[in-house]
């Protein structure tokens, strides 16, 4: 599905759903700024956006039909026989804010950043792209004057997707916290386990992203313009707490894991001691039942009157007085 947005050089709407055919002529137009956005499209669809129309270059065109693990960023210049125009290629994860059936998800979000065009490219619907293009519709915080504006709010709704995620995230760890003190099974483990993914996956993510926004931050780019830079510095700022949110998340779920470990420790611990004060207390009479087990013929105590009478009472009273024993010294 192709959307595209023509503005003007004020931040107003001048088009919507521009025809193909008439995009070169809005891209020739030093008035008008034009944000394509692709979503899901077909391969003839990204052919002709992206290889007819904009030409861009053929490596930034596989980075983004191709699924990039990492965050990225890359300046194409035109070089002699090059028909494209300048332009930045970024990819950039947006999250699944609502972590949908416990996995910390991530979409793919692609950029193409021009002096007076912006094309976003991704596979999946993505919430940020929804929320900034009604807010450049409606005209009302003046975003859409230019496409590093565009592409900064964009940016800075991206980040601030991660931060309901990170709260969910910061309370599912609190919980796990208690029930490794509580109950430390076999369900918890796993849970530990799994959700230590989700933050090594997030970790993975976040940590080249900040790295592709501090060359933002530091104005490397001359597509973005001088007094737009502190605004990317302030998302670059944004992703560096959430950055270090999940490191903290990381040594959180460490301390967890090695809380678990002890705690299952322990009631291994307490059960081997229930067995052997087991084997202690009941060691008399298996002493003296395995004895007079043997039945010889020439035991004597076989032939006394009242031999299994003093044989269970010997038994009882020593049972009994190594319990007290252990009782007197609360080993149990």
Sequence with gaps: MIRSLAFTTQGRLHSRNVDVFLMPTVLNDTNLFLWVDLENPTPEETKMVLEDIFHFHPLAIEDCVMVSPSPKVEEYLPKEGD???????????????????GVFDTNELNFFLGKNFLVTYHELPVRSV???EEMACKGTVHIAKA??????????????NYKPALDELSLEIAEMEQA???????????RILQVKKEVTHLRQIVSPQREVLARFA?????????????????VYDGLSHIADAAH???DSLTAILQIYLNMSSNQTGEVV???????VITTPMMMIGTWYGMNFHDMPELKT?????IAAGVTGISTLLTYLYFRKRNWF
């Design 180 to 190: 490794a003190l509580q109950h430390p099974g076999k369900e918890t483990l796993n």
């Design 130 to 132: 929804q929320v900034v």
């Design 83 to 101: 028909s494209f125009a300048p332009h930045l290629f970024m990819v950039i994860h947006a999250v699944d804010y609502s972590r949908k059936d």
């Design 147 to 160: 496409p590093d504006r565009v592409a900064q709010r964009l940016l800075d709704s991206i980040v601030q």
């Design 305 to 309: 009157a009242h031999g299994y009478m």
């Design 248 to 250: 903290g998340y990381a």
């Design 273 to 279: 001691k229930l067995l052997t004060l087991i084997t």
């Design 218 to 234: 530091q104005g490397q780019f001359k597509l973005i313009r001088a007094h737009m830079v502190p605004y990317y510095r302030d």
